[in-house]
Structure formats: structure tokens, C-alpha cells
């Protein structure tokens, strides 16, 4: 049973940093691209940032680029997100996703299954 579990979120001054992972279990990431998304209250579901299978290749939204860091370990099935340099505009609930295939993008619809999501709350 493919799941996905993220965790790490939590409420942050502006400037400050949180790492958040995303547990993988039923698959291996060795085949996977794995997305990470955000999604604010009134706001469509974005993608923030992405890294493949095959080469892994990396992907940011402009919004974080700079700021935010993905990397994965195979040997744990298990994929981070570190985020730097919080804003207040990157308050959202963030939810890992595996891609349909080993490459990955932006798109939410390209992505087959879903974390329950983890709250990043920056405020001072």
C-alpha cells in the first residue's frame, strides 16, 4: 500500500527555518519523482518544489528558489524539504505527492498519491 507521510511543520518567526520530510512506504524512490506542493486558505494548490528518480533533477517554484532545498535519501525512502529564510506568504499546509513516473513537475494532476499534509505557519 503506497503511503506518504509528511512531518516537520510547525509555526516559525519570519527569517526562520523548518526541514520538512516525507515518509514513503509501498515504493521505492528509486522509480518515483516525488513533488512537494503548498496550499494556503482561498488559494489554488502550487507546486514548490521537485526532485526526479532517475537523475535526480530538481525543480523550484521562483517564489522559494533560493530558499528552499529538496533532497531525498533512497536508503529511507525518504524525501526533505529544507526551508530557509521563511516568509509569512509561505504559510500553507505542504503536502508530499509521488509523480506518476520517475520525472516530476509541477502539475498537480501528474501526481498519484498524496500525504495528509503537515501546517507551516510563519508568523512573528
Known amino acids: 500500500q503506497v503511503q506518504l507521510v509528511e512531518s516537520g511543520g510547525g509555526l516559525v518567526q519570519p527569517g526562520g527555518s523548518l526541514r520538512l520530510s516525507c515518509a514513503a512506504s509501498g515504493f521505492s524512490l528509486d522509480y518515483y519523482g516525488i513533488g512537494w506542493f503548498r496550499q494556503a486558505p482561498g488559494k489554488e494548490r502550487e507546486g514548490v518544489s521537485c526532485i526526479s528518480s532517475k537523475y535526480g533533477s530538481t525543480y523550484y517554484a521562483d517564489s522559494v528558489k533560493g530558499r528552499f532545498t529538496i533532497s531525498r535519501d533512497n536508503a529511507k525512502n525518504t524525501v526533505y524539504l529544507q526551508m530557509n529564510s521563511l516568509k509569512p506568504e509561505d504559510t500553507a499546509v505542504y503536502y508530499c505527492?509521488?509523480?506518476?513516473?520517475?520525472?516530476?513537475?509541477?502539475?498537480?494532476?501528474?501526481?498519484?498519491?498524496w500525504g495528509q499534509g503537515t501546517q507551516v505557519t510563519i508568523s512573528s
Open positions: 505527492a509521488r509523480a506518476l513516473t520517475s520525472y516530476c513537475n509541477s502539475i498537480p494532476r501528474e501526481y498519484h498519491y
